[in-house]
């Protein structure tokens, strides 16, 4: 094979800075609008004391899980020894970074009091991240899992592109492996630990988060790297982008499987079968079809199709189904986080409930323009950062082309 | 519900044998003569911090919580500072009145709810920060001071005890503040009097009305009256399968 | 809080030059209402409150919200009470108005204070203050309508015997 070169971009044309400048308005509208819930107060969003966590939780969350995803190809590459995969670690590494990187910038912002992060509580983040509270606070071990994530993967980085460190290369590829499965187990816990809500089970959450991540890391990977190789000109095969497709396809494949299962699982139980999930399912409400037309029909069915069906143009195919990958994914966090809120929790079972907070009743909830802009914001973070380091590292293969690439490939 | 029942009795009668032998343990304590309102119990020096010897609880007897009143909800929100903004899905609820109506039996009973004040506090569990905290003597409360305003208390929270300040505050009476977390703080600043624990505002207000629905007391103090009514009558928490041993207990919820 | 220190200090250093030459320009402190005791007039030696007032403070909060321990001595509603009480005109400055006692030194130092987004920042008991029936209260929507006479009696004088 023949080695692969790699360069960083050259980031002067008109369309780069362009490019940039629209990111850079993404992230202020963001920021403002951040800046004007803290101003102003959380009421000017669509968030209430029922539904506590809102469009931007479902952006952040969808951001941190697919983190942990894009990290997949250089796992694939090393771990399990893809070499067709090699060219892209380095830039599967550095995005899994700035997406982590985008969602937790959402996560922040939307705190109500971000100020009070820099203030006391250090001391208590690092109290809550002792192994003695590791039975309680799910937010202490995240908190290693967020920081060290970035650590670990940088270090993989580091030992990949510094040629006397290659031999390092794989085992810590093994290591960021292992830290990504309990990152995304650990951000499925965070919800799994809230016992007192029906919609989130640990047993299931957790698993079924890495299996999502797959989906959605690889969808924002395509996403990333077939524009660029198409707006810097180099070359990007057919090989290579088939493969990602199939990739995506079978991770797609394996959540419908994961839904498919946790659904028939929950009607079995009988209680779960009548509330919730009837509720979240086949309920006259936005939860229902975020289920079936975004998660279910848009998220899975459509881009598996798309993968799998030979005659369509690889390039735009893969665009595609990722685009709605994205779609489904975002639909499939606002189902759970925002559905699962909506639904009243089981206080007094065998009775009717009625109260000013609506105790008994389904939450309504309306995001506002801001919560959207702040979500957006996270993406635009993501982005921004990406091709930021583009331009100063030199994670990207100069050709993608069929014979670098795959030198038994015959065009 | 019939497990649940079962369940609780258990917990209820675990939690009074625990006190049976507390008994003996702290009788030489006796309570101060003297001692205002209904000798809740004795006066905490202002220099002392609480202590785990007391555990501050409420019992709420649901039969006698009348239907229309709803005196208890405005005698906290004024005696707290509580103000709302005419939106009860973003205002502050200390507490509030919950109407329930068996589907079996169309029987219909209120209650007040609250913080339920629980020994094994799931927002506790889970906050990041170490805001929400439970002192020795069971109150749990929010920090400000450190509250970074996440909400995962109120995800985590069974019974949406907690409220979050979506508007700027002023004029308050306690602190309160946009972007931090707050709840029933079973009124702490009566309980600290120097002159004694008194009642809380809720239960003040409740007795003043006439239904007398509402007791606050010390639930290791064997004589306290909240204790003495546990053991002859029983108390139920609600969801007690979560096992949080809640300090807020309810009396005829059927 | 090291951050602010510095950057207290720093604008403190930048202004002592110019204040030596230029008292008018110093922040005029309303008087407080008492003395603590005739030695320290403040709860601790003034020059100490001026420059630690916040470590008394930050101390004291911990003690009182954490623990339960209510001590005045550092409290900060003591300070409120003591230093920010009504004038002649009964007129209570908020935090925004730079006479409040706090506001002064803090706006010319240009440090700011979060206190006053959750603490009260006037006395408790002054005419300010909203009474059971008052503007303010009414927009609550719980509104006292239907208190019976004698809850509302209690609840006001409750709260005259909180002192
Ligand atoms: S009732 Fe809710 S807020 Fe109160 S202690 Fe229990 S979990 Fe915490
Ligand atoms: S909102 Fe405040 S009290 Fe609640 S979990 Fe977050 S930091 Fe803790
Ligand atoms: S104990 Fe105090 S804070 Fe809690 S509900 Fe009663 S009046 Fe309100």
Redesign the interface.
């Known amino acids: 094979m023949k080695t692969i070169r790699f360069t960083e971009l050259e980031g002067r044309s008109p369309g780069f800075f362009a490019l940039m400048a629209i990111l850079i308005a993404i992230i202020g509208a963001g920021i403002v609008s951040a800046l004007m819930m803290h101003g102003q107060g959380h009421h000017i969003t669509g968030m209430t004391n029922r539904i506590v966590w809102g469009t931007p939780h479902v952006f952040a969350v969808f951001l941190i899980v697919a983190a942990s995803g894009a990290l997949n190809i250089a796992s694939i590459a090393s771990v399990f020894g893809r070499t067709v995969y090699k060219p892209l670690s380095p830039l599967s590494m550095v995005l899994s970074v700035t997406i982590l990187v985008g969602g937790l910038a959402v996560l922040i912002l939307d705190l109500g009091n971000p100020e009070h992060l820099l203030d006391v509580p250090l001391t208590q983040f690092l109290y809550n991240s002792m192994p003695s509270r590791w039975t309680r606070s799910v937010f202490g071990w995240n908190f290693i899992l967020y920081t060290g994530f970035i650590f670990v993967v940088g270090i993989y980085l580091w030992f990949s592109l510094v040629p006397q460190y290659k031999k390092f290369s794989k085992a810590a590829s093994i290591f960021a492996f292992v830290w990504r499965l309990a990152l995304t187990t650990g951000t499925g816990l965070i919800f799994g630990f809230l016992v007192a809500r029906e919609a989130y089970d640990a047993a299931i959450l957790a698993p079924m988060f890495v299996v999502y991540s797959f989906a959605y890391g690889l969808a924002i990977f395509s996403l990333v790297l077939i524009p660029t190789y198409i707006w810097t000109g180099r070359e990007l095969g057919d090989v290579i982008v088939n493969r990602l497709k199939s990739l995506l396809g079978i991770f797609v494949a394996a959540s419908l499987y994961f839904v498919i299962v946790l659904n028939l699982t929950n009607f079995y139980s009988a209680a779960k079968g009548e509330g919730i999930q009837s509720f979240l399912l086949f309920g006259d409400n936005s939860y229902s079809s975020a289920f079936w037309i975004g998660q279910i029909l848009i998220g899975s069915i459509l881009p598996l199709a798309i993968a799998f069906y030979p005659k369509l143009k690889a390039r735009g195919a893969l665009l595609t189904a990722a685009a709605m990958v994205v779609v489904g994914g975002l639909s499939q966090m606002y189902v759970t986080i925002i559905g699962g809120q909506a639904y009243p929790m089981d206080m007094f079972p065998g009775k009717t409930v009625e109260s000013i907070t609506n105790d008994g009743g389904i939450a309504a909830y309306s995001p506002t323009i801001y919560e959207v802009l702040l979500g957006l914001a996270g993406i635009g973070i993501t982005i921004f950062l990406v091709v930021f380091a583009m331009n100063v590292l030199r994670i990207l293969p100069e050709s993608l082309a069929d014979k670098d690439v795959d030198p038994h490939h015959s065009a | 519900m019939s497990r649940k029942t079962n369940q609780s009795e258990g917990k209820i009668n675990q939690y009074r044998r625990n006190f049976l032998a507390r008994t003996t343990a702290i009788a030489g304590m006796t309570v101060a003569p003297g001692v205002i309102l209904n000798s809740v119990a004795q006066a905490k020096p202002v220099d002392q911090p609480a202590s785990n010897k007391n555990r501050w609880g409420l019992l709420i007897d649901a039969n006698k919580c009348s239907s229309g009143c709803n005196s208890c909800v405005t005698a906290c929100h004024e005696e707290n500072g509580v103000t709302g903004f005419g939106n009860p899905e973003t205002d502050a609820q200390w507490i509030r009145k919950v109407k329930l109506t068996d589907k079996q039996t169309q029987k219909v009973q209120t209650i007040p709810l609250m913080c339920q004040h629980c020994e094994h506090p799931p927002c506790v569990d889970v906050c990041p920060t170490n805001a929400s905290m439970k002192r020795e003597d069971g109150v749990v409360l929010v920090d400000k001071h450190a509250c970074i305003g996440c909400r995962y208390c109120m995800m985590a929270c069974p019974y949406g005890a907690r409220s979050f300040l979506h508007e700027p505050t002023t004029e308050q009476k306690y602190p309160r503040g946009q972007g931090t977390v707050e709840s029933c703080t079973l009124c702490v600043h009566r309980i600290d009097d120097p002159n004694g624990p008194r009642n809380p505002a809720c239960v003040e207000a409740c007795n003043a009305e006439g239904h007398k629905a509402m007791w606050f007391g010390d639930l290791k103090d064997p004589n306290s009256e909240i204790t003495k009514r546990l053991k002859e009558y029983g108390g139920v928490q609600i969801r007690a399968d979560l096992g949080l041993n809640t300090g807020v207990r309810y009396q005829n919820l059927s | 809080?090291l951050l602010r220190k510095i950057i207290f200090i720093l604008a403190v250093t930048a202004f002592l030059p110019l204040s030596a030459h230029a008292d008018s320009l110093l922040p005029e402190l309303p008087k407080a209402k008492k003395n603590y005791n005739d030695q320290t007039k403040c709860v601790e030696p003034v020059e100490v409150m001026r420059k630690s007032h916040m470590d008394f403070i930050m101390h004291q909060?911990?003690?009182t919200?954490?623990?339960?321990?209510?001590?005045?001595q550092h409290s900060l509603k003591e300070c409120i009470d003591c230093h920010n009480a009504p004038g002649k005109d009964l007129k209570v400055a908020s935090a925004n108005d730079s006479e409040h006692f706090c506001s002064t030194c803090h706006v010319y130092t240009a440090v700011q204070i979060?206190c006053f987004?959750?603490?009260?920042d006037k006395p408790?008991n002054t005419q300010y203050?909203?009474k059971?029936t008052s503007q303010?209260?009414k927009?609550?929507?719980?509104?006292?309508q239907?208190?019976?006479p004698?809850?509302l009696q209690?609840?006001a004088t409750?709260k005259e015997g909180h002192k």
């Open positions: 809080m909060r911990d003690d919200l954490r623990k339960g321990i209510r001590t005045k979060d987004k959750c603490h009260a408790e203050r909203h059971i303010a209260f927009q609550h929507k719980f509104a006292a239907n208190l019976n004698k809850t209690l609840l409750e």
